[in-house]
């Protein structure tokens, strides 16, 4: 049902009701006041009939007989009787239309009273239509007027509403319009009723979105524009440039950074910058630590770092973060090939590195400490870890140095798998060696220190070794933080050397941390 219709049936119906309800007190009221004036005829009648029998010398059955003719015609009776004192009729004129009962109430139409000066009683009976005639004359004249205004009423509200709901079908239709996109439809205002307001407010409300989509339609070329000058501009660039979202997933890429990574330009065939660098081919000692690297270094950082890859790139990253108010933290990923500078670095480290292990060896990480305590920057840690094998001389007195030197360089493939490829193993001489921990933290220091002893409890070679020769051989660790623990590279390696000595005499296969509250304290997380 429509809003018209509600609105007339509603106001039809309230209108009956409250008539129906205003005619049942009129019916009630009147109904009272006719059975009031019968109650006073009827004290009339015994008062007359007093004055009548005192005055009167004739036969009282007469005169009563003669009165009772008398009021039957003055006051419209239909009954009346002269009954004896037991009850029985002695005189009686007309016939009586409601049954005789014992008791009558208030509201009946049959009265009766005792004679004045006897024992007798005279019973009367008034003609109904007599009685409520004038309340039922008023009660239907009342209920028909009430009728007659609701229709005349509705009638109204029928026009009201058939004009108002045309002028609101048009405002409907023409609010379909502009959803469908046509913006050059308007009201017909006529009038300053409240209809003609809504039309007025709905033209203003459809210019100003005319004005709003041809102000889009123009940002939108500007920015078509300048995103295409963008693209030129980033296309020229020899440096690769990524675009990424805060969960690092690549948004665009230049065509120089698609070719550095081998993939499609300017949309790279995974969204995600970790599995496009995989498929790239990062070297798989980088892909363990890949997620560490996403979250723990480009979130933090805008140093740069890098990548080497299968085929011999090596890669430098570099990543900035800015935060828009609309589309939230996002990121411009700059990456330089740096392979030619990484060749003659590696013809540097054959001389600083170690030939068995393929780490540093002493010189390396002595140049490699210095260099990296000069560059660190203002609050950033430096962690450095000593290592020694638990019981590797009875493996190389027992099975040989063969198996000593294939013993060593599993041990040095556990200690860079365990750690990130920011971090540096050595190899200090025998079966000791040292990693150097770049951008540490305590929590950092203990996870690597886990996953080293970890990687030892669950390397197969060792684990052979173990079940075949009851020889075990697993590692002891010591570590400090550089400036937290120590202040020069004196201390902090003789620091390191001495929570490695903690960890020997603890048990061995353990690790210890030296404590931050002072530079001799140690601190025991796992064993």
Same mark, same amino acid.
């Given at each position: ?49 007093g004055n009548l029998l005192s005055k009167s010398g004739s036969k009282r059955e007469e005169v009563i007989r003669q009165y009772l003719h008398t009021v039957m015609l003055k ?37 009766s009273f005792a004679t004045p000066g006897g024992s007798e009683r005279i019973e009367v009976e008034f003609d109904p239509d007599e009685v409520f005639g004038k309340r039922n ?30 002028? &609101? ?6 609010? *379909? ?59 020229? &660039? ?73 085929? *011999? ?101 556990? &200690?860079? *798998? ?110």
């Amino acid at each position: 049902m429509s809003f018209k219709w509600k609105w007339i049936v509603t106001t039809f119906l309230t209108q009956i009701f409250f008539g129906l309800v205003f005619s049942a007190i009129q019916f009630q009221h009147m109904t009272d006041a006719a059975l009031e004036a019968m109650h006073g005829n009827v004290a009339t009648m015994q008062l007359e009939l007093g004055n009548l029998l005192s005055k009167s010398g004739s036969k009282r059955e007469e005169v009563i007989r003669q009165y009772l003719h008398t009021v039957m015609l003055k006051q419209d009776l239909v009954y009346a009787a002269l009954l004896s004192s037991s009850g029985k009729p002695v005189v009686t004129l007309g016939e009586s239309v409601e049954p005789r009962t014992s008791s009558l109430d208030s509201s009946s139409l049959v009265n009766s009273f005792a004679t004045p000066g006897g024992s007798e009683r005279i019973e009367v009976e008034f003609d109904p239509d007599e009685v409520f005639g004038k309340r039922n004359h008023f009660v239907f004249f009342l209920v028909g007027a009430f009728v007659l205004s609701a229709f005349a009423c509705g009638l109204v509200l029928l026009g009201l509403g058939n004009a108002l709901s045309a002028r &609101l079908t048009e405002l409907r239709l023409k609010a *379909g319009a502009i959803q469908s996109g046509d913006t050059s439809v308007r009201i017909d205002v006529k009038g300053k009723d409240e209809l003609s307001c809504l039309g007025w407010a709905f033209n203003n409300m459809t210019e100003a979105i005319e004005l709003q989509i041809s102000l889009m339609e123009e940002n939108t070329l500007r920015s078509i524009a300048e995103k295409n000058r963008l693209d030129l501009l980033l296309s020229s &660039l020899n440096s690769g440039v990524a675009y990424l979202d805060e969960q690092f997933n690549v948004q665009y890429v230049n065509k120089a950074l698609a070719r550095m990574l081998k993939t499609t330009s300017p949309a790279p065939s995974s969204p995600d910058l970790a599995v496009l660098l995989k498929r790239a081919g990062v070297v798989r000692e980088q892909q363990v630590i890949l997620n560490d690297l996403m979250t723990e270094y480009f979130r933090n950082h805008e140093a740069p770092d890098e990548l080497d890859f299968t085929d *011999g790139q090596a890669l430098q990253f570099r990543f900035a973060i800015y935060r828009d108010k609309v589309q939230g933290p996002h990121g411009v990923l700059i990456v330089e090939d740096v392979s030619m500078r990484k060749n003659v670095e590696d013809l540097k480290n054959e001389v600083e590195t170690d030939p068995l292990t393929a780490v540093l060896n002493r010189r390396g990480f002595e140049m490699t400490l210095q260099s990296r305590l000069g560059r660190l920057l203002p609050g950033e840690l430096l962690g450095v870890m000593y290592l020694d094998l638990d019981g590797f001389k009875a493996v190389n007195d027992t099975l040989g140095h063969k198996a000593g030197d294939q013993i060593l360089k599993t041990s040095a493939s556990l &200690l860079k *798998g365990a750690t990130r490829n920011i971090d540096l193993v050595a190899r200090l001489g025998g079966d000791e060696f040292a990693i150097i921990i770049g951008r540490a933290n305590m929590q950092l220091m203990k996870n690597i220190s886990e996953r080293i002893i970890d990687a030892f409890s669950r390397d197969k070679l060792l684990g052979r070794i173990r079940q075949n020769h009851h020889l075990s051989v697993t590692c002891s660790i010591g570590a400090a933080l550089y400036p937290l623990h120590a202040q020069n590279v004196t201390d902090l390696l003789e620091l390191s050397d001495r929570q490695m000595y903690f960890a020997k005499r603890a048990g061995k296969n353990c690790y210890r941390i030296a404590s931050s509250s002072t530079n001799t304290g140690e601190e025991m997380t796992r064993v």
